[in-house]
């Protein structure tokens, strides 16, 4: 099929689908006047129930905790299946990780003929990645731990914390980068981040009580909004940063050692 | 205009299928991806606007007042996870595939087989 003619078709089917969609929302209540009934319902009791004043969180983390499972190993799932694409192939070597300077020169060749292919970062970009990343650890800490409370949680404070390391790497540091972030640890964590929200669930089990009901203390009825309240909701939360943090640095990792360290092979050479 | 902001979502869904369609990318047919899921996000933070609704945090304001609805707020991280998962996932074949094959042309891919 040539481009002109798959064009053709496309603007056939999505002219369907433009009546189809035009149909449904000229049936939809108006903007701004949303009837739903569950949002309405939550937000009259999560206050008194989970002594959560982050209804978001607290819908993600409780009342859709057992859809929020999925959700993480989704990302689990996505992120393994991306390490065996990432896998090194057939006809593949991967370097030793360097950061020696002569490294950085992009027109230099180690002995073995293979080239590292990494632009040489300005010193306005290392010192502004090695301001920034601090705040960042210290940001992604705080939404990871105040999901009952404001708009934040488990899945924003650790993007940001896996921005962190990223940081470290754009300041130039692959090495130390991989020095922060060795496989074995981000490994183990994803799985404890993971497996702990599972368990945090299953744990409600023994006490008679449903999968991934909320258990633990809720904090003084009289003060919601602390940090110590809401429960599993901040276990949770917190868990789910760790995992997401460790998925998102293990992407990294792998990216960054395709590009960096994973070389054709050259080809062998008679005697 | 009752329906503008869902209209705005069919538009970008349109956009991002259009770019989907016509790609000679693989690249730029994830970011394509990218645009056809951000129109969810516009559908389900519209669908939820109540008007005059605050937003669904308590932290400061007492009682029980009207706010947006949360589920469909919940809903859109959901899908903001999810869709980071896929990019990742889709940007790993797309750089096998250039190493395999030597091209980000779909065109070009489908003369391989198996």
Known sequence: MTPGQRRWLFLVGVAGLVAFLGWGIAGLPAFG??????????????????????VVSAINFEYRGFDTVGEEFILVAAVAGMS??????????????RDDP?????????????????????????MAALALTGPT????????????????????????LATAFFLVYLSGEFIAFRRLSPVDVVDAAEAIGAGGFAAVGVAA?????????????????????????????????LLVGVAVAAAFIQLIGEFLEQTLLIQRRPPARGH | ???????????????????????????????????????TY?????????TGGIAPYFSDVAGHPKTV?????????????????????LASFAIQAHKRFGTLDPHDLAEFKG
């Open chain 1, 84 to 97: 065996v694409v990432l896998r090194r192939l057939r006809g593949e070597r991967a370097d030793a990780a």
């Open chain 1, 137 to 160: 650890v210290l940001a992604g800490w705080w939404l990871a731990t105040h999901a009952q409370t404001s708009p934040s949680g488990g899945f924003q404070g650790g993007v940001l």
């Open chain 1, 102 to 126: 002569s490294d950085l020169d992009p027109s230099a060749t180690d002995p073995s003929g293979g080239r590292r292919r990494v632009p040489v970062t300005s010193g306005a970009v290392r």
């Open chain 2, 69 to 89: 609805d949360p589920v469909v707020q919940a809903l859109a991280l959901t899908d903001v996870v999810v869709e980071a998962a896929v990019t990742a996932l």
């Open chain 1, 205 to 237: 089990l023994p006490l008679g009580l449903p999968y991934l009901d909320n258990y633990l203390p809720l904090g003084s009825p009289g003060s919601p909004g602390a940090v110590t309240s809401s429960g599993t909701i901040a276990v949770i939360s």
């Open chain 2, 42 to 50: 516009v559908m389900l933070v519209a669908v939820g606007y109540v």
């Open chain 2, 1 to 39: 205009m009752a329906c503008f902001p869902f209209a705005v979502a069919a538009w970008i869904l349109a956009c991002g299928l259009y770019g989907l369609v016509t790609s000679r990318d693989l690249i730029r047919t994830i970011i394509c991806l990218i645009v056809v899921q951000s129109s």
């Open chain 1, 33 to 54: 006047s949303y009837p739903g009934p569950y949002g309405p319902a939550i937000t009259a009791r999560v206050v008194q129930q989970t002594n959560a004043t982050g």
